[in-house]
């Protein structure tokens, strides 16, 4: 699993609102928060913008979004903030805000110490940690519109998500269009850090405009081209010629279905969940290929209609 995508587009929604952002997990003085760049880059690995806190006197807000472990995860939070006091002479609050509990440790607990070896402390940092598994999924439900998307990660039930998604569906379908496409897009990366890809998909069906955002079309391209590569991948690894003959057969599938997205979406528009389920389900590579060549008739003009050309057993495993 990819982690640093889903990072990223929770990162691109503090961006969008950091106001709210703020408001949700800082605890400092209040003010008008902006988006400026962190300068800091020279010196450590930190993100290449942080927020500013513009109370009187000002302070900073290194907002740290964490979805897997890592052993030396403090050390490097401390070094960057370090590095952001150093370059803006500023005070920073850091928050740690960990996506799943697979990032999760006992060592995570808001503080971190440097003794010599004698006991004398040397340094001491503090900075907050956001569980946010262990929230309401109102926190973020009742937030700024750009937390959102962290709702489904909260304390939720999997067989109360329907009911979640349509009180999201409530807020961001009120968006213009692209910022809709783009809460939407967020919802479904971040869902992958804790859900199965195809529920996912079933839940966030038809709930916007998503399966129109050309973001969302690049994620389901790349799942069916690496879907390709996985198959080509086990026919060279598969030293064995039966091995290899299957490999190959999966990966013209694969190849097959990627054409058949492509063609069909220029023609009908983004595959409904339900057309992409069929299309993963049929495994003959004839009646694929038939369907490659019934997707540029002109006489068909729907994804159902082209799925009808198969007979009735067409579309079993």
């Not at 640093?4 to 969008?16: C, G, H, S, V």
């Not at 290449?48 to 740290?64: C, G």
């Not at 009742?142 to 999997?158: F, K, M």
């Not at 009120?174 to 850090?193: D, F």
Request: net charge negative.
């Amino acid at each position: 699993m990819e982690h640093p995508r889903f990072d990223t587009a929770a990162k691109e929604l503090i961006w969008e609102d950091p106001d709210a952002w703020v408001g949700r997990f800082g605890d400092g003085p209040s003010g008008p928060v902006e988006v400026i760049e962190s300068e800091a880059t020279t010196l450590t690995a930190t993100a290449d913008k942080v927020l500013k806190v513009l109370s009187d006197p000002p302070y900073l807000v290194n907002i740290e979004l964490q979805s897997s472990h890592e052993s030396d995860l403090v050390r490097t939070l401390w070094m960057r903030q370090t590095a952001l006091d150093y370059r803006h002479d500023l005070p920073v609050l850091t928050v740690l805000v960990l996506l799943r509990r697979e990032a999760n440790s006992p060592s995570l607990t808001g503080e971190y110490e440097r003794r010599l070896p004698d006991g004398v402390l040397t340094n001491r940092y503090h900075y907050r940690v956001v569980r946010v598994w262990r929230e309401p999924p109102e926190a973020f439900l009742d937030s700024g519109l750009a937390l959102t998307p962290l709702a489904p990660l909260a304390a939720v039930r999997e067989e109360d998500l329907p009911g979640l998604v349509r009180r999201m569906a409530d807020r961001i379908n009120r968006e213009p269009p692209i910022r809709a496409n783009k809460l939407w897009v967020a919802t479904y990366l971040l869902m992958g850090l804790r859900y199965p890809k195809d529920l996912a998909l079933r839940l966030l069906e038809g709930v916007g405009s998503m399966r129109e955002s050309t973001t969302y079309q690049a994620i389901l391209n790349e799942g069916l081209e690496q879907g390709l590569e996985r198959g080509l991948e086990k026919g060279r690894s598969e030293g064995r010629s039966e091995g290899r003959s299957e490999g190959r057969s999966e990966g013209r599938s694969e190849e097959a279905r990627i054409l058949l997205r492509r063609q069909g979406g220029r023609r009908f528009g983004a595959p409904a969940l339900s057309v992409l389920q069929a299309l993963e389900a049929i495994k003959d590579l004839d009646r694929l290929e038939t369907l490659c060549d019934w997707v540029v008739d002109p006489d068909v003009t729907s994804w159902d209609q082209l799925l009808d050309t198969l007979d009735d057993g067409a579309t079993s495993a």
